[in-house]
T-cell receptor, first 113, second 112 residues
Framework: ETGVTQSPTHLIKTRGQQVTLRCSSQSGHNTVSWYQQALGQGPQFIFQYYREEENGRGNFPPRFSGLQFPNYSSELNVNALELDDSALYLC????????????FGPGTRLTVT | LAKTTQPISMDSYEGQEVNITCSHN???????ITWYQQFPSQGPRFIIQ???TKVTNEVASLFIPADRKSSTLSLPRVSLSDTAVYYCLVVRAPSNTGKLIFGQGTTLQVKP
């Protein structure tokens, strides 16, 4: 059984650009959530996907969007990057839309300059 | 959901028992207490979850008094590798989404 993986590990983008981050869920998990973690803070919930549909969203603008694929891999897309988007982006997978025991990946460190 | 309050940081020495207390005064009847651990450069890891009294697993124990307004995570005989940030979360069940609300957490530093 493989764990949750994310790519890339690190990324540097310029303000105004667009970025796509990828996540491969743990085998058998049909739910993926994305979180943003600023330095020194706890992770903040962005949204959750369950069976390829968005199933809950945190306080993030529409320029944050996502996709979940039939093989349960997923993407987080961020358009019109802002300096404040610099953070660690974490994905977490689990089975079922309401499970609180979630399995996190190592994250993608995004730096916006 | 109930707001949680926990110490920002704690220090301990190897071999000691560490207790981290979390306050959640406005916890509701169908809320559970959940703890996550996060090592540097890694995502958080689920440690333990409880509703009331005491829960124990291979990693930690969770003590929840009858009024459920606080909880204590107990780590027996810590080692240097237990240095991490520990998050106390209140989660509601049932729920349409497993949204986790993290606070700042408690940074535990274990010294030799």
């Amino acid at each position: 059984e493989t764990g949750v993986t994310q790519s890339p590990t690190h990324l540097i983008k310029t303000r105004g650009q667009q970025v796509t981050l990828r996540c491969s869920s743990q085998s058998g998990h049909n739910t993926v959530s994305w979180y943003q973690q600023a330095l020194g803070q706890g992770p903040q919930f962005i949204f959750q996907y369950y069976r390829e549909e968005e199933n809950g969203r945190g306080n993030f603008p529409p320029r944050f969007s996502g996709l979940q694929f039939p093989n349960y891999s997923s993407e987080l897309n961020v358009n019109a990057l802002e300096l404040d988007d610099s953070a660690l982006y974490l994905c977490a997978s689990t089975f079922g839309q309401d499970s609180y025991e979630q399995y996190f990946g190592p994250g993608t460190r995004l730096t916006v300059t | 959901l109930a707001k949680t309050t926990q110490p920002i940081s704690m220090d301990s020495y190897e071999g000691q028992e560490v207790n981290i207390t979390c306050s959640h005064n406005n916890i509701a009847t169908n809320d559970y207490i959940t703890w996550y651990q996060q090592f540097p450069s890694q995502g958080p890891r689920f440690i333990i979850q409880g509703y009331k009294t005491k829960v124990t697993n291979e990693v930690a124990s969770l003590f929840i008094p009858a009024d459920r307004k606080s909880s204590t995570l107990s780590l027996p005989r810590v080692s240097l590798s237990d240095t991490a940030v520990y998050y106390c979360l209140v989660v509601r069940a049932p729920s349409n989404t497993g949204k986790l609300i993290f606070g700042q957490g408690t940074t535990l530093q274990v010294k030799p």
